[in-house]
C-alpha cells in the first residue's frame, strides 16, 4: 500500500494536518515515536497568546498568528463535536499585572500598541481589578486587560484530537522513523518498523526531533533546536476558583483548569533535551505566582514537569516544502505551537493538495535559511 501522506510526528501540529487532510480524502499516516501528544503539546500551558504591534519576528508573523486566533473557536467546535471530547477552550482574556510606576509605564506602551489595533484593551485599576480578581495580591497597581489571549487544556485536546483523526486515519504510536528514504531527488516514504512505508508525500513534524532524523542532507535539514521550559502545578480545593483570567507577569502564565489544577509556567532554558525538573527554575516559578496570588501559599503542590519545544532561528515556524520533491515541513513553531496549529493545518493541507503555498506561508519556508 502507497499512502498518500505520512506524517512524521503525533504532536499538535502532526495531529492536526493529518486530520485535515484525512478528511479530504487523503490516506494518511502519521508515524510517532512516543504517545500521541505527549512531547512539547503534553507540556504546554494550553495558551493562545497572538502578539499584536510589538512582535520582534515582523508583521509577516503577526499576521500569521492573529488569522490562527481567528480560526481557533471554529477549530475547538469541531474537534469536539467529532471526538466528544471537551477541551476546554476558554476566551476570558489575561491579566497582566503591575506593582511599580515602572512596569505601569511599560504597560501602558503595550496598552496604546494594543488600542491602536482596536483589539478591545483595557486599562484596569487596582479597585477594579480586585472585583475581577478577588485573590490577587493588594499590591498590584494596576493591570492591562487584553482579551485576545484564550487559552485551552492542551492534553484534553491532544487526546481530542487523536480519537477524531483516528475515525478517518492510520496511526502508529512508539514507532521511531529510522531514515527518511529519498531517491532521485524526491521522497518515496520513510523507514520505520525494519520495513520502508511508501508515501507520495511526507511531512516532518517531529518539533524539537526534526532536525535529528536520518535521511536528511544538510541543505533540507530543518534548522529546528530543543527549548526546554519548566511547569509546575498547585492543587486548589475542589469548588474554589482562585483565578478566573489567564494572569501574565514577568513571562510568566497562571492558569486554572476546570479541574482546579493552577499552572504556573513556562520557563525558557537552552539545555538541550534534558527535561530534569530544577529546583531554581521551580523557585522561580513560586515566587512570581506567589506575588501575584498570596493564597498560592498555603495549597498543596501537585505536578511539575519540562518539555522540549522546537525553536528556530528567529523564533517563527517552518512552513512548505522543500528541495527534495514531496518533501514538506512542519514545524519550528516555539512557543506557539498550539496558538498556530489551525493555521499550520490548512496552509500545509492546502500544500499538500494543490502544490501551490498559500501567501501567507511563503515567509516561512526553509528558504529563508539559505543564505
Known sequence: MIHDVAIVGGGICGLSIGWK????????LILEKGEAGHGATWAALGILFPRVGDDPRGPAFTKLCVESHRLWPT???????????????????????AFEAREEDQLRRQYALLRKSRVGAKWVSGKELRSLEPNMSYGVRSALFNPLVHRVDNRKLALA?????????????????????????????????GSTIRAHKVIIAAGAWSAGIPGLEERIRPPVR?????????????????????????????????????????????????????A????????????????IDTLPL???????????????????????EGLVMATGHFRNGILLAPITADLVSEYVISDKLPALAQPFTMNRFSN
Request: charged share 25%; proline share 4%; hydrophobic share 40%.
Open 75 to 97: 477549530f475547538a467546535k469541531e474537534v469536539e463535536s467529532e471526538s466528544g471530547i471537551e477541551i476546554d477552550y476558554g476566551r476570558e482574556g489575561t491579566l497582566l499585572p
Open 226 to 278: 530543543p527549548v526546554k521550559g519548566q511547569v509546575i502545578s498547585v492543587k486548589v480545593p475542589e469548588g474554589r476558583r482562585l483565578l478566573s483570567h489567564v494572569i501574565h507577569y514577568a513571562d510568566t502564565f497562571l492558569v486554572q483548569r476546570r479541574d482546579g489544577r493552577l499552572l504556573i509556567g513556562a520557563t525558557v532554558e537552552e539545555r538541550g533535551f534534558d527535561t530534569k525538573v530544577t
Open 161 to 193: 484530537l487523536k480519537k477524531a483523526f483516528l475515525v478517518v486515519g492510520d496511526f502508529r504510536e512508539k514507532t521511531s522513523v529510522a531514515k527518511i528514504v529519498i531517491q532521485g531527488g524526491r521522497v518515496i516514504g520513510v523507514s520505520a518498523g
Open 280 to 295: 531554581g527554575a521551580i523557585s522561580k516559578l513560586l515566587t512570581v505566582a506567589l506575588a501575584v496570588i498570596p493564597d
Open 21 to 28: 487532510l484525512a478528511k479530504r480524502g487523503l490516506r494518511v
Open 302 to 324: 501537585g505536578e511539575a514537569w519540562a518539555g522540549t519545544r522546537p525553536g528556530s532561528p528567529d523564533g517563527a515556524p517552518i512552513l512548505g516544502g522543500t528541495n527534495v
